[in-house]
Nanobody, 122 residues
Framework: QVQLVESGGGLVQAGGSLRLSCAAS????????MGWFRQTPGKEREFVAA????????TYVQSVQGRFTIARDNAGNTLYLQMRSLKPEDTAVYFC???????????????WGQGTQVTVSS
C-alpha cells in the first residue's frame, strides 16, 4: 500500500499562485508514475498532470499547460504541483495519485489521497 496526503490548498485570488504537496509513505515511492487530478461538484475527476519516476517525462492537460508545473522529490517521497496564474475555473478539490508502474501516465491510478481544496476567487 501507498499512503498519500495532500497539503497546500487554500483560497487565492485570480492571478495568484499556490504550491500543492503530496507526501507519500508505505511502499516504495519509486518506479511509479505520479499524478494530480481535480474534481468539482457534479463533475468527473479530471486529469491535471503526471510525472514519471525519474522526472524526465511530464504531461499536462491543455488547460493548465504553461501555468502548472509538476515535480517530485524521490528522496523525500514528495510530489508537488506548482500552480501559477490561477483562474476561477481552477477551483476544485485536487487529488494526488500513484500508479503501480512507471510505464505510462494514463489512468487508472491505484492509490489516491484524500484531496485538498483549492479555491480561486475572481
Amino acid at each position: 500500500q501507498v499512503q498519500l496526503v495532500e497539503s497546500g490548498g487554500g483560497l487565492v485570488q485570480a492571478g495568484g499562485s499556490l504550491r500543492l504537496s503530496c507526501a507519500a509513505s508505505g511502499r516504495t515511492f519509486t518506479n511509479r508514475y505520479m499524478g494530480w487530478f481535480r474534481q468539482t461538484p457534479g463533475k468527473e475527476r479530471e486529469f491535471v498532470a503526471a510525472i514519471n519516476w525519474r522526472g524526465s517525462s511530464t504531461t499536462y492537460v491543455q488547460s493548465v499547460q504553461g501555468r502548472f508545473t509538476i515535480a517530485r522529490d524521490n528522496a523525500g517521497n514528495t510530489l508537488y504541483l506548482q500552480m501559477r496564474s490561477l483562474k476561477p475555473e481552477d477551483t476544485a478539490v485536487y487529488f494526488c495519485a500513484a500508479k503501480q508502474s512507471d510505464t505510462d501516465y494514463s489512468p487508472p491510478y491505484d492509490y489516491w489521497g484524500q484531496g485538498t481544496q483549492v479555491t480561486v476567487s475572481s
